[in-house]
């Protein structure tokens, strides 16, 4: 156990509809980052929250959002799903804003069908 | 923009042998970090080893090595005393030492390696 955890494990949901993906970050960690497997594309970083602050935005998509709470939890909602977003999304955190050496959570399968 | 590459998509190796898996990268950058992650069939991202750039005494973690060549933007992992569970996809990944808005703390990854250990 790697300390972040992410629910679920597994989501399976039909084309346009909304889902929201959670991530509690490891004890004391206070960034909290997010990342797209796919077979086409790899591994692609979504977003950095850092203390409840956004840092960083990568190849996140119009349909996608997160927020980081105050009690540092982080959520991904994503919207209007196509076929094309079934992914492995992982959640990684980190004690400071400068990332040396994330850890990662086990991630949530999502199906898109 | 920073790229990884790893021209190996699948490598194999005898239990107990050495293999080395390959990575270079592409930046302009002169201080940055470099990290060899581990995804075995439970897809977990789990991290084997990182360098920093300015450092020029290669990184080891047990029987995990590096080869860091900055010049050549050059980072292969050897693996020593290969055993069955270190059988994973490998992925090498690239971070900026400085934070900038567009860049963040990002990782960028490679494709990856798929290792399978023979017994």
């Known amino acids: 156990d790697s300390g972040v955890t992410q629910t679920p494990k597994h989501l399976i949901t039909a084309t346009g509809q909304r889902v929201t993906l959670r991530c509690s970050p490891r004890?004391?960690?206070?960034?909290v980052y997010w990342y797209q497997q796919s077979l086409d594309q790899g591994l692609q970083f979504l977003i950095h929250y850092y203390n409840g602050e956004e840092r960083a935005k990568g190849n996140i998509l119009e349909r996608f959002s997160a927020q980081q709470f105050p009690d540092l939890h982080s959520e991904l909602n994503l919207s209007s799903l196509e076929l094309g977003d079934s992914a492995l999304y992982f959640c990684?955190?980190?004690?400071?804003?400068?990332?040396?050496?994330?850890?990662f959570g086990s991630g949530t399968r999502l199906t898109v069908v | 923009a920073q790229t990884v590459t790893q021209s190996q998509p699948e490598m194999s190796v005898q239990e107990a042998e050495t293999v080395t898996l390959s990575c270079t990268y592409d930046t302009s950058e002169s201080d940055y970090y470099l990290f060899w992650y581990k995804q075995p069939p439970s897809r977990q991202m789990i991290l084997v080893i990182r360098?920093?750039?300015?450092?020029?005494q290669n990184a080891t973690e047990n029987r995990f090595s590096v080869n860091f060549q900055k010049a050549a933007k050059s980072f292969s992992l050897k693996i020593s005393d290969s055993q069955l569970g270190d059988a994973a996809m490998y992925f090498c990944a690239y971070r900026p030492f400085s934070l900038r808005e567009t860049s963040g703390s990002r990782l960028t990854f490679g494709e990856g390696t798929q290792l399978t250990v023979n017994p």
């Open positions: 990684a955190s980190s004690v400071t804003e400068y990332g040396y050496g994330y850890t």
């Open positions: 004890s004391g960690d206070l960034s």
């Open positions: 360098q920093e750039a300015y450092k020029q």
